[in-house]
């Protein structure tokens, strides 16, 4: 059983750049593919970013390719996704997921969930 937290949500102005983390325990990080989804008020959850377990192989929502960047630190059982030139749009709650073997964009895949963080994008 996996537990997932995720932290660093904050309001920030468009145009800004945040790190948001999630921190794994109760697994072996490192057996993991992880996720990253977001849901916005209203609209349904979606991939924004994955990677796989050694963080040779990551996948990117066309919608934050060149502004996002996942990666992984299996030492510190830890997930990050740094985000750069945000934009109102990409307000949402952000979820970290994780599954076992390959990485892949589709959320009925992912076995465990964390909680969210809250990711406000101002104009």
């Known amino acids: 059983q996996v537990q997932l937290v995720e932290f660093g949500g904050r309001l920030v102005q468009a145009g800004g750049s945040l790190r948001i983390s999630c921190a794994a325990s109760?697994?072996?990080?490192?057996?993991?593919?992880m996720g990253w989804f977001r849901q916005a008020a209203g609209k349904e959850r979606e991939f924004v970013a994955g990677i796989d377990w050694s963080g040779g192989t990551t996948l990117y929502a066309d919608s934050v390719k060149g502004r996002f960047t996942i990666s992984r630190d299996n030492t510190k059982n830890r997930v990050y996704l740094q985000m750069s030139s945000l934009k109102p749009d990409d307000t949402a709650v952000y979820f970290c997921?994780?599954?076992?073997?390959?990485?892949?964009?589709?959320?009925?895949?992912?076995?465990?969930w964390g909680q969210g963080t809250q990711v406000t994008v101002s104009s």
């Open positions: 997921a994780a599954r076992t073997i390959t990485v892949v964009a589709a959320a009925n895949l992912y076995t465990y």
């Open positions: 109760g697994g072996a990080f490192e057996n993991y593919a």
